[in-house]
């Protein structure tokens, strides 16, 4: 049985326009996306990686409940809207 993997993706065809990355510590997808920020990076993409240390998986729709997510999210869409400005995609 095979599946669909981005990071395979990837290693054949980068991604023609920048990319921002986010992981969660708590996330069991985590170690794929880091995997696929280093090879996008590896293919000549513009890849911003950010970890998340502490959130869980969804940590965005947890911003009225916890602190830590509110101030991660609110970074996380700071820095996609730079990344919007800088491209004019």
């Known amino acids: 049985m095979s599946g669909f993997s981005p990071v395979d993706s990837a290693r054949r065809r980068p991604l023609p ?7 969660a510590e708590h996330d069991p997808l985590r170690d794929e996306g ?3 920020a280093d090879e996008l990076a590896r293919g000549g993409t513009e890849v911003e990686y950010l970890p998340h240390p502490g959130l869980v998986h969804g940590f ?3 911003d ?12 996380l869409l700071r ?4 990344m919007l400005g800088r491209n004019r995609i």
């Open 60 to 62: 965005m729709t947890l």
């Open 17 to 23: 326009v920048p990319t921002l990355l986010a992981t």
């Open 34 to 36: 880091k995997q696929l």
């Open 79 to 82: 820095r996609y809207g730079k």
């Open 64 to 75: 009225t409940v916890s602190p830590a997510a509110r101030s991660a999210g609110d970074t």
